[in-house]
């Protein structure tokens, strides 16, 4: 691999965390690391820590750096303030957007819908990341985004599912998704805020329930007679 500035090592990683390809829970080791962004381990320790700050990864002195896990804790407080979160930004966003910001989260759009409709569970998750950062810039409140970009790091790993549909029915939730995006720019550009929370929490709703199977996958298939036979025959 060409040798990358820290800058690009840390874009990749975060890529590498957001989309999954590096797990949730996993031990990063700092020598293969080191080899594969053809960087020492100085700059590549700089670049965890940073990491670390930003809440993809975690650094301990003795186990070393793993990227954030999901534990029970964390996705229970995920899901209680991420749709607090997004109605909020939604608001302000409505207050205090920019046409050049209208013109990125526009351009942001083209690339969601573009992945989306090609099924890459990846692009579709990373491009969502992106739209959803642009209205968050637009909001203009520096402890909301604060709260936003470590709250966006689950909830991109997550919609891994929602982006991965195993069903049409999922297939055309993904489809509702890029039109809620297009209704949520005309309400951002006419600053419409309460349309703007509503469409938000339209939103969340729509791939809450695909998230949660993250956490709550669908259980192993079971023969339930046999083992109520074999209890009774004890």
């Not at 594969?36 to 070393?64: A, I, K």
């Not at 909020?88 to 573009?114: G, H, P, V, Y």
Request: with cysteine; hydrophobic share 45%; aromatic share 6%.
């Amino acid at each position: 691999m060409t040798r990358l500035s820290k800058s690009d090592c840390l874009e990749d990683l975060r890529r590498r965390i957001l989309s999954t390809e590096l797990e949730p829970g996993l031990d990063l080791d700092e020598a293969r690391l080191s080899e594969h962004y053809q960087m020492s381990r100085t700059p590549l320790r700089e670049v965890l820590q940073r990491l670390q700050g930003e809440g993809y990864v975690v650094m301990s002195e003795n186990r070393g750096a793993k990227v954030a896990s999901m534990d029970i804790a964390v996705l229970r407080m995920f899901f209680q303030t991420a749709p607090m979160i997004y109605a909020n930004i939604a608001q302000l966003a409505c207050e205090n957007r920019s046409a050049a910001q209208l013109d990125a989260l526009k351009l942001a759009q083209l690339d969601f819908a573009r992945a989306a409709r090609s099924s890459n569970a990846a692009q579709s998750a990373l491009a969502n990341h992106r739209f959803h950062a642009v209205i968050g810039e637009m909001a203009q409140n520096v402890y909301l985004l604060a709260s936003l970009a470590r709250l966006q790091i689950d909830h991109t790993r997550m919609s891994q599912t929602f982006y991965r549909p195993a069903a049409p029915a999922e297939r055309l939730l993904v489809m509702k998704a890029i039109e809620q995006h297009d209704a949520m720019i005309a309400a951002l550009e006419a600053r419409e805020g309460a349309l703007a929370i509503d469409l938000t929490l339209q939103h969340w709703d729509l791939s809450r329930d695909r998230m949660e199977r993250f956490v709550r996958p669908d259980p192993l298939p079971v023969d339930v007679i046999s083992l109520k036979e074999r209890r009774n025959a004890l």
